[in-house]
């Protein structure tokens, strides 16, 4: 018999440098936004021990939060701009991931690598490629006026928001057709032809077979993307450098890199990481007691 | 935020074939004494109405001038000690010393000397507090100098090093903020003004009743027009653009009141906010920012071949320009503080001075410099001598100071809201 | 109109519009990037007009190219650095804790792989507030490369359990258990049994690990120190904007995808051929890599 404690010390480097490098930092986090400032130079003075934690910069954050006032607006536009981004993304995600999990077969390889690519190519090279099109001489302005579509040159970069949405939607799409396709591609054939069978169209058989066997997959997909796109700020700053289109992780970006309140910027991390842990806490439910339907359903 | 918050660098704002700097000798003319010299008077601090900043050290300001206090745990070096052998450590934004000047100090004094950068002042303070650092040599901002002296980083200057110090301007050898010149020495000066393109933009900023109305009425423009990327200078522009001449006001009426008018630009011409105004308008992806002098001294380095500096153009009040002036100090824990004051006395000479502002645009208030000789040699081209900062610019301006921790929470909130759109 | 409706959706047949989407989709997903390799090859200085063919962006123009602009050669430098150094700790530590995982039985079994799995749903900006204010406030490590590694590395062993994990479920422990049987010791049976079995995966995550790197922006930005410890995607987000910027920007990002994909196109074919005789996989190494067990 192996002893017991073989297997989890493969786990235990790992583990010390998790929680060293991911935990303690999450609470250094809490310790900085319920403590105080150096009054010289206003550095953060973490309070670590919870006895010694104030909320008065956690009140007076929260209190931009109302509606109306400052942070309330921000968080408004990204909740927008994420909502839209994800749609986005699933309306050309699942159309491509279905296509190449369950018909493309010569071409398959060659799609998949093609699938793949932009997870290799970095992320701000592919928004580079995009600003260097949407220059009011680019590429784009040109061949829409050479098609007629519009007379002037449009200033795409100027701040607006229709680019800076366009922009998330082609940087994370690829995020979410793997995870997609790798669902989408364990989804039993025979299930489907069950389907067919029965006498179902086509239609009616992606309604109601397809689509729901896939929905944990979006779901988990969808997952993958939004909880990163809400702190995503330097979409905005290079798309766009306007105030205009300003995200909450710009608003976090400008405390921290930008400022003496890192302390405020520290309660804007914490109102954003309960706000992600709500909706992660949201979808595992979802899940979970979507699973348990299936399996009272089998039963 | 500095000019030199930026992360790309600069390059030598002036490549003119035969441009020998040295054919501008150290014995030119002496500016002419000016006016508003009341208020480089001496009196002391200490009247009710003066703002306390941290560790007790009163705020400075151009009517309450302030000698920084000498602490018995902070004191300067001796007089007539030998200079260390380095190397010397300079700690600088970055690209704002001219390379050549620093190999200059470097072969005359037989010494290696190594720059390490930082990009924006609390990275500044965050390593220097650190305890980590060991730089020898750091530039700083007006705002910084009183928390610098209580939090006891830089040491008091010993003068008997500093025999240049007699070159520079007479108001800025006793600065307000640092009567006596205790701690600092100046090293350049500049305005905060407007720059636009003249052949894009219909009306100058002197065409308008209210100059700076050029940015609120630029809704044709929109998306081709920026502010800088600073806490304190927009947010400084809108109260001056309503008259408020207290740009360190800590009244949250008016500083909430300027910031509702810069958002207004966001509605209005959906305005940029960045520092790239020296690349920008040369470059027509803006055609109307905020900008600093030095900057826009070096606009037409970048311009397109073939288009000429006349498009360029740099505007600011002639009283009351937002004018500031960065300065050098020695740090508390240096290695090699002999050799410090060396580079700080060389820095002050009239011919490196020159040599340093012919790369970096922005002027250092040495009284050699004759703004007249540096448009009519070419330094700069005629339609930007509003870059050059007289010493009347700056006895007639009004400079951004430190707030209290309130007031620095205030204007930060501000700003904040401003960005938020 | 129902032969139309038919001869759209037929699940069985060729769907053409989805085929016509997905040949769409690739092409809108990858030559916006291969128009900004092109323009990294433009003979002027415009990034979105083309003036005609050139290398001088490379290595021609004495100032800016990236083989004479000290920053870019610093930041293509310190990108490799960090990779290297990435992937030199935290392959080892996330197969370390991949294997354990999977084969532990006890109670801190689930808290650990929930730890595991909260980097992967962290948005980077958490992570780099936090880490830059430990590293400064608690652990007193300077910024800079040491903090930047410590930084990547925390969350690409999330990305190594999961490779490893999903190579490990498929294996299972027969083949240990047969050789166990056989006399080895457990030490024995790992080194001899599991390690070969797990290369190919070992492998994968090791160019994962290299990519995530190369790629990784706000986590190297905030634990960054200034210009020397600059990276490329660094590089890019502090100049994509800016009116002087040339196509040396271009070239510089242009080079990192080379070397990204010479990586990955590398291994890949060291995976397959290490890959060739292993009992669990289907030989098509696309579908073992694409094959994600979160």
Redesign the interface.
């Known amino acids: 018999m192996?002893?017991?404690w073989?297997?989890?010390?493969?786990?235990?480097?790992?583990?010390v440098?998790?929680?060293l490098?991911?935990?303690?930092?999450?609470y250094?986090?809490v310790a900085?936004a319920f403590g105080t400032?150096d009054?010289?130079?206003?550095?953060?003075v973490?309070a670590w021990n919870p006895l010694d934690w104030q909320f008065d910069t956690m009140r007076s954050v929260l209190a931009e939060f109302e509606p109306g006032h400052?942070?309330w607006?921000?968080s408004v536009?990204t909740l927008a701009y994420v909502a839209l981004s994800v749609a986005g993304c699933l309306l050309?995600g699942y159309?491509?991931a279905?296509?190449?999990a369950?018909?493309?077969r010569r071409t398959k390889?060659i799609?998949?690598?093609?699938?793949?690519?932009?997870?290799?190519?970095?992320?701000?090279?592919?928004?580079?490629?995009?600003?260097?099109?949407l220059?009011?001489?680019?590429?784009v302005n040109r061949t829409l006026i050479h098609l007629g579509v519009i007379s002037q040159p449009v200033?795409w970069?100027?701040?607006?928001p229709s680019s800076v949405i366009l922009a998330l939607i082609?940087g994370y799409?690829?995020y979410l057709i793997?995870?997609l396709?790798?669902v989408l591609?364990r989804i039993d054939r025979s299930v489907?032809e069950a389907g067919?069978d029965l006498g179902a169209?086509?239609?009616r058989?992606?309604f109601h077979v397809t689509l729901p066997l896939s929905r944990n997959g979006i779901l988990?997909a969808s997952?993958?993307i939004t909880?990163?796109?809400?702190?995503?700020?330097?979409t905005n700053?290079?798309i766009s450098?306007?105030?205009?289109?300003?995200m909450i992780?710009?608003?976090?970006?400008?405390?921290?890199?930008?400022?003496?309140?890192?302390t405020?910027?520290?309660c804007l991390?914490i109102v954003?990481?309960v706000f992600?842990a709500l909706l992660?806490s949201y979808y595992l439910w979802v899940t979970v007691r979507a699973s348990a339907e299936t399996k009272e359903s089998l039963l | 935020?500095h000019p030199r918050e930026r992360p790309t660098t600069r390059r030598q704002f002036l490549i003119r074939a035969g441009m020998v700097v040295g054919t501008l000798s150290g014995a030119d003319l002496i500016l002419s004494a000016c006016g508003g010299s009341a208020k480089s008077a001496a009196t002391t601090s200490g009247t009710s109405g003066v703002l306390m900043g941290?560790?007790g050290i009163p705020l400075a300001r151009r009517e309450h001038p302030v000698t920084l206090p000498l602490y018995a745990d902070n004191e300067a070096i001796a007089s007539g000690l030998d200079a260390e052998k380095g190397p010397l450590q300079l700690f600088n934004w970055a690209a704002y010393i001219n390379p050549a000047t620093v190999k200059k100090f470097e072969k005359e004094h037989n010494v290696q000397v190594s720059i390490t950068t930082f990009e924006?002042e609390?990275e500044a303070?965050?390593k220097l507090?650190s305890g980590k650092a060991s730089f020898d040599v750091w530039w700083t901002t007006v705002d910084l100098i009183s928390?610098a002296v209580?939090?006891k980083l830089i040491q008091p200057l010993n003068h008997g090093y500093l025999a240049n110090l007699k070159n520079v301007w007479p108001e800025l050898q006793n600065p307000y903020y640092d009567q006596h010149s205790r701690y600092t020495v100046p090293y350049t000066v500049y305005t905060t003004g407007i720059a636009w393109r003249t052949d894009k933009v219909k009306k100058a900023p002197a065409d308008y009743a209210n100059p700076y109305d050029i940015l609120w009425d630029s809704h044709q423009y929109?998306?081709?027009v920026?502010v800088l990327?600073d806490?304190r200078e927009a947010l400084a522009m809108a109260l001056l653009r309503r008259g408020i001449l207290d740009v360190n006001t800590e009244d949250p009426a008016l500083v909430n009141r300027a910031q509702k008018d810069l958002?207004q630009l966001?509605s209005i011409a959906?305005?940029?906010?960045?520092t790239n105004d020296y690349t920008d308008i040369p470059a027509g992806?803006t055609y109307i920012s905020q900008a600093w002098s030095g900057d826009m001294a070096g606009a037409p380095e970048y311009l397109a071949k073939g288009v000429k500096p006349t498009v360029l153009g740099y505007w600011r009040p002639d009283v009351h320009s937002e004018t500031q002036s960065d300065m050098i100090a020695i740090l508390r824990g240096a290695k090699h503080p002999v050799l410090a004051h060396t580079f700080l006395n060389f820095m002050l000479d009239n011919q490196n001075g020159l040599e340093n502002f012919t790369w970096n645009g922005y002027i250092p208030p040495l009284n050699s410099i004759d703004p007249d000789k540096l448009v009519s040699q070419g330094y700069i081209p005629a339609n930007l001598s509003s870059t050059v900062v007289r010493q009347s610019d700056f006895a007639k301006g009004v400079t951004i100071d430190a707030l209290t921790?309130e007031g620095?929470?205030l204007w930060?909130?501000a700003?904040?809201?401003?960005?938020?759109? | 109109m129902r032969r139309v409706?038919?001869w759209f959706?037929?699940?069985w047949g060729?769907?053409r519009a989805?085929?016509t989407?997905?040949w769409l989709?690739?092409a809108?997903?990858?030559v916006?990037?291969l128009?900004?390799i092109l323009?990294s090859f433009n003979d002027g200085r415009?990034?979105?007009?083309w003036q005609g063919f050139s290398t001088r962006w490379y290595w021609g123009d004495p100032n800016l190219s990236v083989f004479h602009d000290p920053a870019a050669k610093s930041a293509l430098e310190q990108s490799l650095r960090l990779a290297g150094l990435d992937m030199l700790f935290a392959v080892?530590?996330?197969v370390?804790?991949a294997?354990?995982?999977t084969?532990?039985?006890?109670y801190?079994?689930k808290p650990?792989n929930y730890?595991?799995l909260?980097?992967?749903?962290?948005?980077?900006?958490?992570?780099g507030?936090?880490?830059?204010?430990?590293f400064v406030?608690?652990y007193g490590i300077a910024l800079g490369t040491e903090a930047q590694v410590?930084?990547q590395?925390?969350f690409s062993?999330s990305y190594v359990?999961i490779i490893v994990r999903g190579r490990l479920l498929s294996i299972g422990p027969e083949y240990e258990e047969a050789a166990r049987d056989l006399g080895a010791s457990?030490l024995a049976a790992f080194r001899l049994v599991l390690v070969p079995l797990l290369a190919p995966a070992v492998f994968a995550s090791f160019i994962v690990v290299f990519?995530l790197s190369?790629?990784d922006?706000?986590v190297t930005d905030?634990l960054s120190a200034g210009s020397p410890t600059q990276t490329?995607?660094i590089a890019?987000?502090s100049n994509?904007?800016g009116g002087t910027t040339t196509p040396a920007?271009?070239a510089l990002?242009t080079v990192?995808?080379v070397v990204?994909?010479l990586a990955?196109g590398l291994a890949y074919f060291v995976y397959r051929w290490a890959a060739r005789s292993q009992p669990g996989t289907s030989g098509r190494a696309?579908n073992e890599?694409?094959?994600?067990e979160?």
Request: net charge positive; aromatic share 12%; no cysteine.
């Open positions: 192996t002893r017991r073989f297997w989890p010390s493969f786990a235990l480097p790992g583990a440098w998790l929680v490098l991911f935990l303690v930092p999450t250094a986090v900085v400032v009054p010289i130079f206003q550095n953060p973490p400052t942070f607006i921000v536009r050309i159309p491509v279905y296509y190449l369950r018909h493309a390889g799609l998949l690598v093609l699938l793949i690519v932009p997870f290799w190519v970095s992320y701000l090279m592919r928004m580079l490629a995009w600003i260097g099109l220059f009011p001489d680019g590429l200033g970069l100027d701040g607006r082609y799409v690829p793997l995870p396709y790798a591609d489907l067919r169209s086509p239609i058989t992606f988990a997952v993958l909880l990163p796109m809400f702190g995503d700020y330097y700053d290079v450098g306007s105030p205009h289109t300003s992780g710009n608003q976090i970006n400008l405390y921290f890199q930008g400022g003496t309140q890192k405020v910027g520290a991390v954003l990481s992600l992660m | 935020m941290p560790g924006n609390d303070i965050a507090t928390r209580a939090g929109a998306g081709k920026a990327d806490p958002s966001t959906n305005v940029k906010v960045n992806s921790t620095q929470a930060q909130n700003w904040s809201t401003f960005k938020a759109g | 409706r038919d959706a037929n699940p060729r769907p989805l085929g989407i997905t989709y690739m809108w997903s990858i916006p990037v128009i900004a323009f415009s990034r979105s007009v080892p530590l996330g370390g804790l294997i354990g995982l084969r532990w039985r006890g801190g079994a650990v730890l595991m909260f980097p992967l749903v962290t948005p980077e900006i958490v992570m507030v936090s880490l830059l204010l430990v406030l608690l410590l930084g590395v925390t062993i359990v457990p990519a190369i790629d922006f706000v905030y490329v995607p890019i987000y994509a904007r920007l271009n990002a990192m995808v990204t994909l990955v696309l890599i694409t094959a994600l979160v």
